[in-house]
Nanobody, 118 residues
């Protein structure tokens, strides 16, 4: 399975941005898909996850501002980011894996840079 992320860029404080991540390959069934991010000098951190059936979970820092959705017919997951803050600046990584209690990604896409200007 390969994951291809897109949609990163520069956005102003309070603005919105949508990231996409498409999965491709043969003979696979994507279970949970999600996003992590890594800011300069910080560890990679969980952002959001969505199950194949549409259940979601978010990091406290983005709850109420970010939404995650997926189109199973296209094997694509979307991260809609609203009311963005400078602390949202990071490289965002999409991933896929198993979500049973804790979400454990086992496949990663390349990162996409998101920068929020103040």
């Amino acid at each position: 399975v390969q994951l291809q992320a897109s949609g990163g860029g520069l956005v102003q404080l309070g603005g919105s941005l949508t990231l996409s991540c498409a999965a491709s390959g043969r003979g696979f069934r994507i279970n949970a898909m999600g996003w992590y991010r890594q800011a300069p000098g910080k560890q990679r951190e969980f952002v959001a996850v969505i199950s194949h059936g549409g259940n979601t979970n978010f990091a406290d820092s983005v709850k109420g501002r970010f939404t995650i959705s997926r189109d199973n017919t296209k094997n694509t997951v979307y991260l809609q980011m609203n009311k963005m803050k400078p602390e949202d600046t990071a490289v965002y990584y999409c991933n896929a894996g198993v979500w049973l209690g804790d979400y454990r990604p086992d496949t990663w896409g390349q990162g996409t840079q998101v920068t929020v200007s103040s």
